[in-house]
């Protein structure tokens, strides 16, 4: 059981590294090995619920339009037969598209993930694959349209930053760089396609999670404010990183600590 000094601790920790391309799992993984703190995969998430409602406040007015558009498209469908494709609506179909290698990777992997989550070692390598991803951004590549391929590859590098120490927003913001997305969109996909996979593992995980925050209650919710009052503030500075074309220079953080904590892995 986790104290609720230890709870917050892992809310901020949670709220900066889930939206900078640092991986928060990795540095939950981290700071529970090397500081001996007991948080359980439901406390984790629990963290990501908490993940979940800062991008739905953030891009509320997207997600507004989206499901205002759908909404027609529905009713249009029903009178017409036919749908008009909207912007919102070919967005939609990508969001779903990219969760499919997601969904399909977290459902049959479900198990071998959560048993990495307390391995130190495999968090090292995670960090220093995504200082990689992070690499590959860097290089200038032609511009290319966000189409139903490269949702697929962004929703690949999702279901793979399932591993501790491969930071999420890295892996899909990097990955939509180096094919060549524009900067903005790329972030703003990479974060609406994180909706439904947090969606999907609360689901997987949500009878677990609300048993042990009843059980744990003030530690729990303190820890959940926490993530999502410093993960707003956080998502924002991320934005305004891409905007400005600095994102691989996070490289210089998750390689070293990456480096030093396979070095810790062999000694702890």
């Given at each position: 059981m986790i104290t609720n000094i230890e709870a917050i601790l892992l809310g901020i920790i949670q709220g900066i590294t889930e939206w900078l391309p640092v991986s928060s799992s990795g540095h939950l993984v981290i700071i529970q090995q090397v500081f001996g703190i007991a948080a359980d995969i439901e406390f984790d998430a629990l963290l990501h619920f908490g993940t979940l409602l800062?991008?739905?406040a953030y891009f509320r007015s997207d997600l507004k339009s989206i499901i205002v558009d759908l909404i027609k498209a529905s009713k249009s469908l029903r009178k017409t037969g036919r749908i008009k494709h909207t912007k919102n609506i070919k967005l939609a179909y990508l969001i779903?598209?990219?969760s499919i290698p997601t969904g399909i990777i977290g459902v049959f992997f479900k198990d071998v993930f959560e048993a990495m989550f307390t391995d130190l070692y495999i968090a090292s390598l995670g960090l220093i694959v995504t200082g990689l991803f992070?690499?590959?951004?860097?290089?200038?590549?032609?511009?290319?349209?966000l189409d139903w391929g490269a949702a697929l590859i962004i929703g690949l590098a999702q279901g793979v930053a399932i591993v501790p120490g491969i930071s999420r927003s890295g892996a899909t913001i990097a990955t939509a760089l180096f094919l060549g997305v524009?900067?903005?969109e790329a972030?703003?996909?990479?974060?609406?396609?994180l909706i439904p996979a947090?969606?999907?593992g609360i689901i997987l995980e949500g009878g677990r999670v609300i048993t042990d925050t009843l059980q744990n209650t003030i530690p729990h919710l303190a820890g959940l404010a926490t993530s999502i009052i410093v993960g707003y503030a956080s998502?924002?500075?991320?934005?305004k990183i891409v905007r400005e074309g600095k994102f691989h220079y996070f490289t210089y953080y998750v390689i070293p600590l990456g480096v030093l904590t396979l070095f810790l892995s062999q000694i702890i």
């Open positions: 800062v991008v739905i779903a598209l990219a992070l690499i590959a951004s860097k290089t200038p590549k032609e511009p290319s349209r524009d900067r903005k972030a703003r996909f990479s974060f609406l396609i947090a969606v999907g998502l924002g500075y991320l934005m």
